[in-house]
């Protein structure tokens, strides 16, 4: 069931909590695809209902960026959500949304100004805005992230913590391509050459992985292995390729605890990010 207004989704989720049910949430800016789909499978299976908001959300684009030409296509969406068992599709207006002279920010410090925030001024205030708003319209019991999106899974986990917001944070993990590429919306904005090109990022990830499971610690060798990779695609410009805690996400200078190599790179004028965590304890990469 599609529903576009705040009053209408608020009636129907009231109900739902006098009956006792559970509501689980995944946010999204639409264009679904199997990553998206799996973070909707694991809400069906967690919870009794499940709502999905499809928003493109204006706040979290910077003058330059594609929120114009972000994809869209709300109906073939609306058909994924039905089919994998979601109960409502949300896809309010940006006008109901946010008001002309609104004058409230919510801001995470710190965590915010690395990897993409550097590049993305006021990017994760948007994000944290739109988040707040939809789990206070939606107060959900869980709300359902991607591991794609790493960093701004560690800042909604931070915010949910400072501000006391009584939802659980689930951590879905990628979903990829067969030959390794990281499923995402702006995958479409490839050309054929480019869509080969992109390989580069999770190929220059996975070298890093093998080596730290062979035991290297030093931060700058793991860099500058995958900087090296990435360096040798003609199409291929980093934006930033970075090993971080995968908490705090600051910096570090001997890998001795749990770690995020997060990249970003341009493909053409297409951006895209990859990531993976590395568990020193267990040994183990996700
Ligand atoms: P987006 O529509 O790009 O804002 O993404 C909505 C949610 O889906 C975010 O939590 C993303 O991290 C998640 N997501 C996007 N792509 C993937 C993927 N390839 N694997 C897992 N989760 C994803």
Redesign the pocket.
């Known amino acids: 069931m599609l529903i576009k207004e705040i009053n209408e989704i608020r009636k129907v989720i009231k109900e739902w909590k006098k009956e006792g049910l559970t509501v689980g949430y995944v ?4 264009f679904l695809h199997e ?2 789909k ?2 909707i499978k694991r809400a069906v299976k967690e919870n009794d209902r499940v709502i999905v908001s499809v928003f493109v959300n204006p706040t979290q684009f910077g003058p330059n960026e594609d929120y114009d030409s972000y994809p869209r296509d709300i109906n073939k969406d609306l058909k994924l959500c039905e089919k994998t068992g979601a109960n409502i599709v949300f896809n309010p207006n940006p006008d109901e949304m946010y008001f002309d002279n609104r004058s409230t920010t919510v801001s995470v410090s710190g965590l915010t100004n690395v990897l993409c925030g550097l590049k993305r001024p006021g990017h994760f205030d948007g994000v944290c805005l739109v988040v707040s708003k939809f789990f206070n319209i939606i107060t959900p019991d869980r709300a359902y ?5 790493a960093q ?1 899974v560690a800042v909604i986990k931070r915010m949910v913590r400072d501000l006391s917001i009584d939802i659980e944070i689930v951590t ?1 993990p ?2 990829r391509e067969e030959d390794g590429l ?4 702006r995958n479409t904005y490839l050309s054929e050459e480019e869509r080969k090109a992109a390989l580069i990022l999770s190929k220059s990830l996975l070298k890093a992985k093998e080596k730290l499971e062979k035991g290297e610690r030093n931060p700058q060798i793991v860099k500058s292995i995958i900087k090296d990779l990435i360096n040798s695609e003609p199409l291929a410009k980093i934006d930033y390729v970075e090993l971080v805690d995968d908490d705090s996400l600051e910096n570090i200078e001997y890998i001795d605890k749990n770690i995020l190599i997060a990249i970003a790179v341009y493909i053409g004028k297409t951006r895209l990010i990859d990531n993976f965590t590395f568990n020193i304890k267990k040994r183990m990469v996700f």
């Open positions: 946010p999204t800016m639409g990553g998206h799996s973070l992230f991607g591991q794609k999106d701004q879905c990628i979903i990281a499923k995402s919306s």
